[in-house]
């Protein structure tokens, strides 16, 4: 099976950094997603790492790290639109073949206050 | 289409009611997936298709779900004799082969809620 764990909760404030991590655990580990999702919509995508170090896409990054099983994302000069639940998600070899199946970690949920 | 629709939005179910949520993925995508989140929890996998075939169907909860995608497209998630434990999000979502196409791109959802 896979264990995946991020925080709950985090805060911060307007205009600051923040770095949500997450650790799994899981066999025939792929890959790494990032999602977003703003309550009552759909989880957006945010980034994906296979391999090792850090992707910088915009205000956001993503840093995997495979011998660790550890993650993170980092948000930068954050907005108040970046309140939403962030997911970790894992992507594992099935044996059926054909696609990956991602595994969501319960979601951290991000309030950035002014 | 655009991108992932799914129909209805939101469901109000009597208890023992059964409900067919439907789920309309990304034209030409080939795999699609079902997913149930509940609230202020991250989504839990129920299904996974490839065209028309039922690859993965180990997270459905009990044999009162089932799901299908008769012609590779469209994909319908029925639930027998549903109970209040049913009430959840379901999310469907679709993704591209093309080695660029990462994202899961997902639906938004529809609300079940079982009275």
């Known amino acids: 099976g896979q264990n995946i764990d991020q925080p709950t909760e985090m805060t911060a404030t307007e205009g600051a950094i923040v770095q949500i991590n997450c650790t799994y655990q899981?066999?025939?580990?792929?890959?790494l997603f990032w999602y977003q999702q703003h309550a009552g919509e759909a989880p957006t995508f945010l980034s994906y790492n296979v391999l090792d170090g850090l992707e910088e896409k915009g205000r956001f990054s993503s840093f995997l790290s495979r011998s660790k099983g550890y993650s993170y994302l980092l948000l930068k000069e954050l907005q108040m639109k970046d309140s939403a639940s962030y997911l970790c998600?894992?992507?594992?070899?099935?044996?059926?073949?054909?696609?990956?199946?991602?595994?969501f970690g319960r979601g951290t949920s991000l309030i950035v206050h002014p | 289409g655009a991108g992932v629709s799914q129909s209805p939005r939101y469901k109000v179910a009597k208890r023992g009611q059964d409900v067919a949520l439907r789920c309309d993925p990304i034209s030409g995508h080939v795999s699609l997936f079902w997913y149930q989140q509940a609230l202020g929890q991250g989504p839990e996998f129920l299904t996974y298709f490839q065209n028309e075939a039922q690859l993965d169907k180990s997270g459905l909860p009990s044999d009162r779900f089932f799901a299908e995608r008769p012609e590779g497209s469209v994909s319908t998630l029925k639930i027998q004799r549903t109970q209040q434990e049913d009430s959840a999000v379901y999310l469907c979502a679709s993704v591209g082969q093309t080695s660029s196409d990462y994202g899961y791109t997902f639906g938004s959802g529809t609300r079940l809620t079982v009275v």
């Open positions: 998600a894992v992507t594992t070899f099935t044996p059926s073949g054909g696609s990956y199946i991602p595994t």
């Open positions: 899981t066999s025939g580990f792929n890959g």
